[in-house]
């Protein structure tokens, strides 16, 4: 095995992570299809694509490095949501929690003289950095949209993105 040993708990931890904030994403996904907002639920559910291509990377990359990595459950997710703006506040969070939870991946692997590990941990820094701003802009979209959701719908749909809205690569 190529990266620390003390690495490897700490980064199945963050698959699991990844494979839940892809779940979640869906529940979020199917929050906003049930309220018939067919451009943020589709927004959503490509989020979750993208979390599920997050945890893949984990799981790759501790095969690549002599580690096996576990076929993590996902913790219970949340369903109901008092509005859209509650939604995405919600997926803001999620992302600021990933982004704390990847620093700590870095100071650990620098802590642990690491370098295989923080080197491929970032891209995910720089992502986190994206994730966020995609999250924040549509939290505040919703907020500037004085309860129009169709304007927000039109945001989403003019903004087209594999996964941010300013259209960059993830």
């Known amino acids: 095995m190529i990266i620390k040993e003390r690495l490897v708990e700490p980064l199945n931890k963050q698959i ?8 979640q994403y ?7 299809d049930d309220e018939a907002l067919p ?5 959503f559910y490509r989020q979750s694509e993208e979390e599920r291509m997050h945890a893949m990377k984990f799981v790759h990359f501790m095969l690549e ?13 949340r369903n109901d949501f008092a509005g859209a703006e509650e939604a995405v506040q919600f997926a803001l969070e999620q992302e600021l929690r990933v982004t704390d939870e990847i ?4 100071t650990l692997s620098l802590g642990s ?9 970032q891209w995910f820094v720089t992502e986190q950095v994206e994730e966020v701003d995609t999250m924040t802009t549509l939290l505040q979209t919703i907020q500037h949209s004085a309860g129009n959701l ?3 719908e039109e945001f989403v749909r003019r903004n087209p993105q594999d996964t941010s809205i300013d259209g960059a690569e993830a």
């Open 16 to 23: 699991k992570s990844e494979f839940g904030a892809s779940a």
């Open 26 to 32: 869906i529940a979020v996904a199917v929050y906003f």
């Open 39 to 43: 451009e943020l639920a589709g927004f």
């Open 65 to 77: 490095t002599g580690a096996k990595p576990p076929s993590p459950s996902v913790p219970a997710l």
């Open 103 to 106: 620093s700590n991946l870095v």
């Open 113 to 121: 003289e690491d370098h295989v590990t923080n080197n491929f941990l």
């Open 150 to 152: 169709l304007w927000v």
